[in-house]
């Protein structure tokens, strides 16, 4: 009888050690509340993984690789294939769901997927993008601060021979003949938004022979190794400083907004309806200034992407 009560005993103190242990696990051991993002639901049911792509130039790797880094550190479920592709890869890739979302910016999809007439005007820019993409179970996130439109950039003794400051001045000097060869690539040129715009809003024909056509981000190599006077750059760019390049003022507002933003499938807000507060964390701090620093960080100081976000995060707070 003692025996059988000992084991009475013993077996209640251990169901009662489990039931104290579940009803304070809802997270990770030493995590905080906020990284209680678990990869199922109350019932057991699993939720889906994260999948987080990006485009392949340094601005998008970054843009990926700190989502990626901050959603591991909340604790949720996530898969890296950032550096996927372009427009015509990742965008497709996200509808079909191979990726559940990435950073795109508001004046590619307005443009090159809604063929929409360019915005110059951020929120509206992004409310139509936000409107349509809902309809194809999309959905846009709060946007960055950071406005990555493109913009016209000379070699300094370019400038200063022909005393540049502006867009129109650099075209007058075309339309007299100067041999001033311009680097872009191949995308741009066929582009709705590229090339042909460019030349519409300026009202002139860039003269083939001085086009030179190179792989996306090698323009600011060729400015700088002198295989060319002018060229395509990106304005959040830190290579264009770094270079002793010049930016020209784009005073007939050829280039539209470009807006960075997160846009990720439907079904995961769903799942993961704390999901746009807590990027929105992220994609506040992200202005034009603090974009070209960590570009420049990669592109010109020549560390890893990995590593520069990571640093990013760790400063503000956002990972441990």
Known sequence: MKKFLRYSLLGLLVLALLVSAVGCGGSQSGQPADKAATG???????????????????????????????LQHLGYPVENKVGLGEL???RPALESGQISGYWEYTGTVLINVMKHEPSFNEEACFTLVKEWDAKNGLVWLDYAPLND??????????????????????????KKGEPIRFVSTQEYNERPDGLAHFEGVYGFKYPKKLL???????????????????????????????????MLEDDKKAFPVYNAAPVFRKEIIDAYPQLP???????????????????????VDKKTVEEVSKEFLKAKGLIS
Do not use: H
Request: charged share 25%; hydrophobic share 40%; net charge neutral.
């Open 40 to 70: 199922s639901n109350a019932g057991g049911e699993k939720k889906p993984t994260i999948v987080i792509g990006s485009k392949t130039f340094t601005e998008a790797l970054l843009l990926g690789t700190l989502t990626y880094q901050y």
């Open 88 to 90: 015509a890869v990742i």
């Open 149 to 174: 439109t493109y913009g016209i950039m000379v070699r300094k003794d370019i400038a200063q021979k022909y005393n540049l400051t502006k867009t129109s001045e650099l075209i007058e000097q075309i």
């Open 212 to 246: 030179i056509n190179a792989a996306l981000n090698v323009g600011y190599e060729a400015l700088k190794a002198k295989q060319a006077e002018a060229g395509l750059a990106f304005t959040t760019d830190a290579r264009v400083k770094a270079y002793d390049l010049v």
């Open 277 to 299: 507060e807590q990027m929105k964390k992220l994609s506040s701090l992200l202005d034009d200034a603090t974009i070209m620093e960590l570009n420049k960080q990669v592109d």
